[in-house]
């Protein structure tokens, strides 16, 4: 949704409550364990919006915490996992129960229905699902996708693929200027497409910086700001996922994450109000994760890979 020129820089909490409603469907940013919007994430749980339907290509810990905090009824995704850290238990436990719908799509799949939705188009044909479980697999009972013929082929099938369009998009990035001009430095993952198919959008980002500056460089911008309706600053707002060129993954929390949310029930809980729910702020959970000397450690470990 174009937006006007002018600074959309708001807090984490104003841009949740003014963008993100009961109900929503939500799309998140970033894969695996980077530029996962933790911070957002944090503020959507402490708010209790619930009721949600999340889409991305991997959904991550940020989904799992809001699955686990009860936030969530539905998921549309690639899959759910932190790379070598293993599964989202949470994600997993909710649909083996039955309290969690789920629509499966692989990544590419994902990528091509926000496409869908940038472009304004009711569908995007693929062929990457033809011959797989992916086709036959839907436990709501819909099938998701259209099979069809080419019409100017001779026995050529696609799979016509719904349009994705989030009722908000969120994503942490490296910059955004107070207009909403956005730099992702690395992998852009379905962060773009998404935005833009988005009908509103808030991104996080380690740094607000000044419209000129993004002006003396408008080829690092990734998405322009008529996409975009709040920038929070937030330092280290994805951790404890990694941001490129900033820091490090957490090795140590995310395994910590990882235990409790396998375990589940009680210990899940203390790790819900330990980190999130009892936090007053983000920094609140920084402070909470090792403070200053955590993070620093954090970002040079990102430099020394540099």
């Known amino acids: 949704m174009p937006q006007s020129a002018q600074s959309k820089v708001m807090t984490v ?21 980077g530029r996962i919007p933790m911070a957002l994430t944090h503020e959507i749980a402490r708010q209790r919006v619930g009721d949600l339907t999340i889409m991305g290509c991997n959904l991550s810990i940020a989904m799992d915490i809001l699955v686990g905090a009860g936030r969530v009824r539905r998921t549309e995704s690639g899959t759910g996992n932190l790379e070598r850290f293993g599964t989202t238990f949470q994600w997993r436990r909710a649909i083996e129960a039955g309290k969690l719908q789920h629509r499966d799509y692989s990544h590419l799949a994902m990528v091509s229905r926000f496409l869908a939705g940038e472009m304004g188009l009711p569908f995007m044909p693929t062929k990457s699902l033809l011959g797989s479980d992916i086709l036959n697999k839907h436990p709501d009972g819909s099938k998701g996708y259209v099979l069809m013929d080419n019409p100017w082929g001779e ?38 497409e998404m935005v833009r198919a ?6 996080s980002c380690e740094e607000v910086v000044s419209s000129e500056e993004t002006r003396r460089h408008p080829e690092l911008t990734a998405i322009p700001y008529l996409y975009v309706n709040a920038v929070v600053e937030q330092p280290f707002g994805g951790h404890p996922t990694s941001v490129y060129r900033a820091y ?19 210990k899940y809980q203390e790790y819900l109000e330990r980190y999130v729910l009892g936090c007053e702020s983000f920094d609140d959970y920084l402070e909470r994760v090792g403070g200053i000397k955590r993070l620093h450690a954090l970002r040079q470990a990102m430099l020394r890979m540099m």
């Open 248 to 266: 490090d993954f957490d090795g140590d929390h995310l395994t910590h994450y990882q235990a409790c949310a396998r375990e589940g029930g009680q």
């Open 198 to 203: 988005a009908k509103a959008a808030i991104v």
């Open 13 to 33: 909490r104003e841009a949740v409550e003014r963008f993100i409603l009961p109900g929503a469907v939500l799309g998140m940013g970033g894969q695996n364990v």
């Open 155 to 192: 026995h050529e099938p696609v799979a016509l693929l719904p349009a994705a369009r989030p009722d908000v998009a969120i994503i942490h990035a490296q910059r955004a200027d107070e207009l909403g001009n956005v730099v992702i430095e690395g992998f852009a993952a379905h962060d773009v």
